[in-house]
Nanobody, 125 residues
Framework: QVQPVESGGGLVQAGDSLRLSCSASGRTYLSTYTMGWFRQAPGKEREFVATISWSGSSAYYADSVKGRFTISRDNAKNTVYLQMNSLKSEDTAVYYC?????????????????WGQGTQVTVSS
């Protein structure tokens, strides 16, 4: 069973930074997966935030976070990160880590195969 686990969420003020982490339990090696971060704010649909290729050589972002968020991966540590800087109140959401069992770069949540439980990020203005 592939089960990613997110951590690092919390309550911060606007302008602050947070780093989310996504790891996997058991014998799941994240290096074989394309990884994505998504978020869902109250009353809204889940939306794409960022994705990174299995090798880490390519990363793509939603326009709303471009220049502020950075996705990275450390395959030796079996962990993917989302560094979030200059946080805004509109970044408040539950953030989900997702795995795609393939090499394509995908932006739709329907394409991802495995999901974590999510971690809450709350940004106060």
């Amino acid at each position: 069973q592939v089960q990613p686990v997110e951590s690092g969420g919390g309550l911060v003020q606007a302008g602050d930074s947070l780093r989310l982490s996504c790891s996997a339990s058991g014998r799941t090696y994240l290096s074989t997966y394309t990884m994505g971060w998504f978020r869902q704010a109250p009353g809204k649909e889940r939306e794409f935030v960022a994705t990174i290729s299995w090798s880490g050589s390519s990363a793509y972002y939603a326009d709303s976070v471009k220049g502020r968020f950075t996705i990275s991966r450390d395959n030796a540590k079996n962990t993917v990160y989302l560094q979030m800087n200059s946080l805004k109140s509109e970044d408040t959401a539950v953030y989900y880590c997702a795995l795609y069992d393939g090499r394509a770069i995908l932006y739709s949540d329907s394409n991802y195969d495995y999901w974590g439980q999510g971690t809450q990020v709350t940004v106060s203005s």
